[in-house]
């Protein structure tokens, strides 16, 4: 079955910039939206933004100055940067994928990757 | 585009019915039928248990339901069991292609 995982760094200094990979395996990347989602330590979901499999983008307002997505389709692959990241940006962060449309909800993600950003 | 808000916690006794609502504005919850809820056990991703307001992915027991009055969507768990014991989180479609989510609520079973 389709399974996502992602990898990078769990530590991030302040100013720098967070970069995540998602990797995409037992299936196509086609006809779906790519997310990453994040929850800071005992709190809620954060929704970050989404790349759809044609490369279009669309990202959170509160977010969207230092979030840049990507897709690399013939690794199966979709990745986040996140620039000038501060101590608000330590959480655990998920890939996710949507589809056939953006409002079916999530229903299969990775396990979570924990990004802790402090110098 | 601000988060939604859910009651931090919610609690029932084996066999209950308990609901938890999430609350937004007529921009996201009371604008489109759009609601999600997921279930996060400890330690774990979350799951997919509704979408579309009151519809259930393939799998997810009929105990579990949606609904929406207004602003406002609900969560219900009927013939709660110890296994639903977990945090809950809603989301909402808000519009240009945005998506927001709720506080999450963690449901205790007595």
């Known amino acids: 079955q389709v399974q996502l995982q992602e990898s990078g760094p769990g530590l991030v200094k302040p100013s720098e910039t967070l970069s995540l990979t998602c990797t995409v395996s037992?299936?196509?990347?086609?006809?779906?939206?790519w997310s990453w989602i994040r929850q800071p330590p005992g709190k809620g979901l954060e929704w970050i933004g989404y790349?759809?499999?044609?490369?279009?983008?669309n990202y959170n307002p509160s977010l969207k100055s230092r979030v840049t997505m990507s897709l690399d389709t013939s690794r199966s692959q979709f990745s986040l940067r996140l620039s000038s990241v501060t101590a608000a940006d330590t959480a655990v962060y998920y890939c996710?994928?949507?589809?056939?449309?953006?409002?079916?909800?999530?229903?299969?993600w990775g396990q979570g990757t924990v990004v802790t950003v402090s110098s | 585009q601000s988060a939604l808000t859910q009651p931090p916690s919610a609690s029932g006794s084996p066999g209950q019915s308990v609901t938890i609502s999430c609350t937004g504005t007529?921009?996201?919850?009371?604008?489109?039928?759009?609601v999600s809820w997921y279930q996060q056990l400890p330690g774990k991703a979350p799951k997919l248990m509704i979408y579309e307001v009151s519809k259930r992915p393939s799998g997810v027991p009929d105990r579990f339901s949606g609904s929406r009055s207004g602003n406002t969507a609900s969560l219900t768990v009927s013939g709660l069991q110890a296994e639903d014991e977990a945090d809950y989180h809603c989301?909402?479609?808000?519009?240009?292609?945005?998506?927001?989510f709720g506080g999450g609520t963690k449901l205790t079973v007595l």
């Open positions: 989301s909402s479609y808000a519009g240009s292609n945005n998506l927001v």
């Open positions: 037992g299936g196509s990347i086609n006809n779906y939206y």
């Open positions: 790349i759809y499999y044609t490369g279009i983008t």
């Open positions: 996710a994928r949507v589809g056939p449309t953006l409002v079916n909800g999530y229903n299969l």
């Open positions: 007529s921009s996201d919850v009371g604008g489109y039928n759009y």
